[in-house]
């Protein structure tokens, strides 16, 4: 039965396939016919061809700083960009085409330039055509005439890019400035003897490469910028270190004058123009008479600090505060009892932990001096007191500090000879005497001004009196207490002498700068420079009367190059001058 069942099906299976080809057969057959004219079926059309494909080109742009950027793609297509980022053009490219990215149109100041900005047979979209953007920028240079052989001139642009010029000749600052900025050209390190002047220095908007500045060298020039005691409440007798403020105008103060004939706190701008911003009194919280080489220093809130020698409760002076506005408040009154000082002299440092160090000529313990520390907020505390054994006593300079916590200073008299020494004090109060003077004529004596930090790490300072002539030093001495007279005073025209309150300031060439009271053409005092190995130059010599004499305080070196100072006496009024060299 199963095996019937199954033929049956594929006897008819078989039957059917035939008969469907037959009839498959005879429908072509048909259709060949109608198609030869034979029948009337009308023919399908023919498919349509694939749509046309396109592709985006764009990229990126960097460096873009203003507005107006405009891009083309094969010539047309303009596309304007006003920020760094993404863009596509509008226009696509079609399948197997090409494209050329260019700048129509830069932005003013800006050269813009154009990477993996062309392509052929486009098969994709392109996204990687990069616009870089940077500021067109114009070298600033010029010449230097008149520099004698073997000086040199240090030139600076925008207050930076120091470029150091060793003869007549060009020069080109390494920093270019950018399209639409300005330049200033200033002499920042002057000549020795020379004095150097910029034309053509300074110009804004600048569009194009700057190659006229000149700066002309001649002789130096000394310049009395002003006369003290102008008036009856102007300040007289500046025998004190002055600061260079934020502001760009000196300041300090002056031992005499002011409206109470007490002592003035003062201030310079540098075309000479003085005023007194507060006069010392008696019966003022600061006491009065800021002593001989005390003067001002910046402390780190930008306000003045300085000692006065004498006050009204005590008469031992005091530790005070100033702003620039001439607003004067005491941090520390002074005593004079055996567990304070009294008489502060020399200025202050401001020490690396943010408190004010000095000394005071008399009183503490043996009533010969003290070291002391000032907290800003005005708590005062005795670190050392000086005069026993071979110690030093009556300090009348500031000190240094050498290592965090550790200070330099010297007295001026008192040590093993009785000439003076040199000490070092810790803020815990532990003090050493490091080395005594000898005196006349092996050595010096007596000094009156502070220690200066060499740049070559040693230190060193002037004496008023000892050396071959009696006249004075200028020393030499190393942290560990070698000491080596570099040059002893001879005074006379060649000469200046008794250095008395002005310490040694370096220059940026590593020479020293400082004056003497008395020497010179005219015996009334020197500005002078002394190299390390101790060659003197004089760089001016005080004739007295208008011209000012006996100065007895620092000078300073500000970055324009100029050496600027104060004279105790002379100028037109007889109350000293504040000078320019």
């Known amino acids: 039965m199963r095996t019937n069942s199954h033929n049956s099906i594929r006897i008819l299976f078989n039957t059917g396939l035939r008969s469907a080809g037959l009839i498959f057969l005879t429908g072509f057959l048909l259709g060949q016919l109608s198609g030869c004219g034979g029948g009337s079926s009308t023919a399908s059309p023919p498919p349509s061809p694939p749509a046309s494909t396109t592709f985006t080109v764009g990229g990126t742009v960097t460096g873009l700083s203003g507005t107006g950027l405009v891009l083309q793609n094969n010539g047309s297509d303009n596309l304007t960009i006003n920020t760094s980022g993404t863009f596509t053009f509008a226009t696509a490219v079609a399948s197997g085409g090409s494209y050329a990215v260019t700048v129509l149109t830069p932005v003013t100041g800006q050269t813009c330039t154009v990477d993996n900005g062309t392509g052929l047979n486009v098969t994709g979209n392109i996204t990687n055509v990069a616009v870089i953007c940077s500021s067109i920028a114009y070298t600033v240079s010029g010449s230097v005439t008149g520099l004698l052989a073997g000086q040199s001139v240090t030139l600076e642009n925008n207050g930076a890019n120091p470029t150091n010029v060793a ?20 002499v920042t390190g002057q000549p020795v003897g020379q004095d150097c002047a910029v034309s053509n220095g300074s110009m ?24 003290f005691g102008a008036t009856s409440a102007d300040a007289i007798n500046p025998a004190n270190n002055i600061v260079l403020a934020k502001d760009g105008n000196f300041y300090g103060t002056s031992t005499s004058g002011g409206a109470n004939n007490k002592g003035a706190l003062f201030k310079v701008t540098p075309a000479g123009v003085e005023s007194v911003l507060y006069s010392f009194s008696s019966s003022g919280p600061a006491g009065f008479n800021p002593d001989y080489n005390s003067g001002l220093i910046i402390g780190s809130d930008g306000d003045f600090y300085g000692t006065t020698y004498l006050d009204g409760a005590s008469g031992c002076g005091s530790v005070f505060k100033a702003t620039a506005a001439g607003v004067v408040t005491a941090l520390h009154t002074f005593t004079g009892t055996v567990s304070d000082g009294c008489n502060p002299h020399g200025k202050l440092v401001l020490g690396s932990d943010g408190n004010y160090y000095g000394v005071t000529y008399s009183g503490g313990l043996n009533n010969q001096g003290t070291v002391f520390m ?24 500031g000190l240094v500090e050498y290592n965090p916590g550790q200070f330099y200073g010297v007295a001026e008299s008192g040590g093993a000879n009785s000439n003076g020494a040199i000490f070092t004090v810790t803020t815990a109060g532990v003090e050493n005497v490091v080395y005594s003077f000898a005196g006349f004529p092996i050595d010096g004596s007596n000094p009156y001004s502070g220690l200066t930090l060499g740049s070559d790490g040693n230190f060193y300072g002037v004496t008023e009196f000892g050396g071959t002539q009696g006249l004075g030093t200028v020393f030499k001495i190393t942290p560990n207490g070698v000491e080596t007279v570099v040059h002893s005073f ?23 700068y400082s004056m003497t009271k008395s020497g010179g053409a005219s015996g009334d005092g020197v500005l002078y420079k002394i190299t390390p190995a101790g060659d003197v130059t004089l760089l001016h010599s005080f004739a007295g009367g208008a011209d000012g004499s006996a100065p007895t305080s620092s000078v300073l070196i500000a970055k324009d190059g100029y050496i600027y100072g104060t004279v105790f006496g002379g100028g037109a009024n007889s109350g000293g001058i504040f000078f320019r060299y």
């Open 204 to 227: 804004s908007q600048v569009t194009a490469d700057v190659s006229n500045v000149v700066v002309s060298c001649g002789p130096a020039t000394y310049t009395n910028l002003t006369a």
């Open 490 to 512: 001879v005074g006379g025209t060649a000469d200046g002498s008794l250095p008395n309150g002005s310490d040694l300031v370096q220059g940026l060439d590593h020479n020293f």
């Open 167 to 186: 003869s007549n000749t060009s020069f080109t600052f390494s920093t270019p400035v950018a399209y639409g900025g300005s330049y200033a050209v200033t």
């Open 374 to 397: 000032v907290t800003p907020a005005g708590a005062e505390s005795v670190l050392h007191s000086f005069g026993t054994g071979r110690d030093g006593i009556f300090p009348m300079a």
